[in-house]
Structure formats: structure tokens, C-alpha cells
């Protein structure tokens, strides 16, 4: 079974460069995650979508950044323009989950090995 | 932010059991509690989770308070590929709508 599979798995652009990161979540999730990891922050949630709609965007830093989901089996995250303080290594995740079912194996929640970003 | 508090790290000798605390004194009736880890450059990876009773997989063991309030990851051979970094997660949300907020996590050293 193909994982959740993402790219670039790094990149190193010029500040002022717009960045695009792309996602494949795992065939039949409906649920995706992007996150961002830094030394000082940690593991933060950006953005979430479920069937293909975002749900809480709450985590997306700011305007420079935007993602979009066009279909179940793709996703981008977007930095325009890019900023060296967003160097970072950008995880997606998905996820598989029936509408009120509990929180059985299907609802648990599979990474990327992400996309190391390096802004200079 | 996160609704888990967890040590920083913890050292643990190879074939013994370790065992990772994790407070979340404010978890509500129907949120689950998850456990991650991630080793060095990779994405985090799946362990385990429960809701009030103990679990047990391939991996490791849940324990979960009676009140909820704190749980302990036990892993019961440590060896030094289980050197990393382990999050305990509380899942907030409804059906749909599901959070996973990841704390700082405790950074678990197997020593040989």
C-alpha cells in the first residue's frame, strides 16, 4: 500500500520565490492534514480539509500562505512569497473517516515523510 | 494548543521496559487519547490510542487512568531503534471535524 506520498521532499529557494508543495494522500481518505515543523515551534497544525473542503484554517500562519484540495487524491500548500522564517519541514497526513463513527483504527491519521524547505 | 503535557525526555536501557508519562487533566468524556512517535527526519508514525481502557497492540501498551486525567506509554523491550521522540495526543473535535494537536513531546533515548 502506497503511503501518503509528498514533494518535493526538500527544497532550497530565494526569498521573495513562490513555493508550491504537493500532496497525495493515501487512496480512499477523505481527510488531510498539513502541518509545519520547526525547532521553535514544534509540530503545528496549518489547515485541515475533509472531503475535499477545509474545515478549520486557523493554523495558516498568514496570507502569504493558501492550500487547496481540487480533488480526493491531491493537495498543494503555497507560499507566495517565501520568507526565510518559513523554512521548515512540511508533513501532510491523511486520514480515512465515517461520518459518526468512533475513533476506530480508520480514524487514525497517517504522515508524509514530508517536504524539508529551505528558504534563503 | 496542545491539551497534553509531557516530559522532555526520558532515557531508558535497551531490553528494559520504558514507560512515558502523559498528563490531560482537561480531556473531555468522548476525546481519544493518541500516542506518535517520530524518529529522525521521518514522519511521525502511529503507535496506539484508547479511549478509557487499557490497550495493547504489536507495539506497546496504553494505560489510562480511571479518571483519564494521565495515561503511560509502555513499550516493553526498548531497543535503540525505539530511540525518538514520542507525542501524546488528544484528539479534539467532533466527527469530521478531528484535531490532532501535537504537544513537544518527550525524546526517548534507548542506551545500549
Known amino acids: 500500500d502506497a503511503g501518503v506520498i509528498q514533494s518535493p521532499r526538500h527544497e532550497v529557494t530565494e526569498m521573495g520565490q513562490e513555493v508550491t508543495l504537493r500532496c497525495k494522500p493515501i487512496?480512499?481518505?477523505?481527510?488531510l492534514f498539513w502541518y509545519r515543523q520547526t525547532m521553535m515551534r514544534g509540530l503545528e497544525l496549518l489547515i485541515y480539509f475533509n472531503n475535499n473542503v477545509p474545515i478549520d484554517d486557523s493554523g495558516m500562519p498568514e496570507d502569504r500562505f493558501s492550500a487547496k484540495m481540487p480533488n480526493a487524491s491531491f493537495s498543494t500548500l503555497k507560499i507566495q512569497p517565501s520568507e526565510p522564517r518559513d523554512s521548515a519541514v512540511y508533513f501532510c497526513?491523511?486520514?480515512?473517516?465515517?461520518?459518526?463513527?468512533?475513533?476506530?483504527?480508520?480514524?487514525?491519521?497517517?504522515f508524509g515523510e514530508g517536504s524539508w524547505l529551505t528558504v534563503v | 494548543d496542545a491539551k497534553t503535557t509531557q516530559p522532555t525526555s526520558m532515557d531508558c536501557a535497551e531490553g528494559r521496559a520504558a514507560n512515558l508519562p502523559c498528563n490531560h487533566s482537561?480531556?473531555?468524556?468522548?476525546?481519544?487519547v493518541y500516542w506518535y512517535r517520530q524518529i529522525h527526519s521521518q514522519g511521525p508514525q502511529y503507535i496506539i490510542h484508547?479511549?478509557?481502557n487499557n490497550e495493547t497492540n504489536e507495539m506497546a501498551s496504553l494505560i489510562i487512568t480511571e479518571d483519564r486525567k494521565s495515561s503511560t506509554l509502555i513499550l516493553p523491550h526498548a531497543t535503540l531503534r525505539d530511540t525518538a521522540v514520542y507525542y501524546c495526543?488528544?484528539?479534539?473535535?467532533?466527527?469530521?471535524?478531528?484535531?490532532?494537536?501535537f504537544g513537544t513531546g518527550t525524546r526517548l533515548k534507548v542506551l545500549a
Open positions: 482537561t480531556i473531555s468524556g468522548n476525546e481519544y
Open positions: 497526513a491523511s486520514r480515512y473517516t465515517t461520518p459518526g463513527q468512533g475513533a476506530k483504527s480508520g480514524n487514525t491519521i497517517y
Open positions: 484508547g479511549l478509557k
Open positions: 487512496s480512499g481518505h477523505n481527510s
Open positions: 495526543i488528544v484528539r479534539v473535535g467532533t466527527s469530521g471535524t478531528y484535531k490532532y494537536i
